[in-house]
């Protein structure tokens, strides 16, 4: 069965980075698309970025552009995001999801998740 495993959150001061990683097991890697979601208290769950199967197509939400990346390796199935100038709203439990769409960003489309794991900016 599929199993996505996050890894890499943690306590960070405002300005900071951290690169999150997800290894991906059980399923077909390179056909699914992979996106970061995460979840701050009170608030709903949002796509913060996302991955097309050959990497070839990217979303970001508007609040992460250019501080955020996300890349992928199919061979080694594990896909990242490379977060960088967090600020304390980033703070959030973030979780790894695969879409057998091509390209995907809401969360209906993304049949497989992760545990999450959290991210906690200070300021």
């Known amino acids: 069965q599929a199993e996505l495993v996050e890894s890499g959150g943690g306590l960070v001061q405002a300005g900071g980075s951290l690169r999150l990683s997800c290894a991906v097991s059980?399923?077909?890697?390179?056909?699914?698309?992979m996106g970061w979601f995460r979840q701050a208290p009170g608030k709903n769950r949002e796509c913060v970025a996302a991955?097309?199967?050959?990497?070839?197509?990217?979303y970001f939400l508007d609040s992460v552009k250019g501080r955020f990346t996300i890349s992928r390796s199919n061979t080694q199935k594990t896909v990242y995001l490379q977060m960088n100038g967090l600020r304390p709203e980033d703070t959030a439990v973030y979780y790894c999801?695969?879409?057998?769409?091509?390209?995907?960003?809401?969360?209906?489309?993304?049949?497989?998740w992760g545990q999450g794991t959290q991210v906690t900016v200070s300021s």
């Open positions: 999801a695969a879409s057998d769409k091509y390209s995907a960003y809401h969360e209906v489309l993304y049949l497989y």
């Open positions: 059980g399923i077909t890697f390179s056909g699914y698309a």
């Open positions: 991955v097309s199967w050959s990497g070839a197509s990217t």
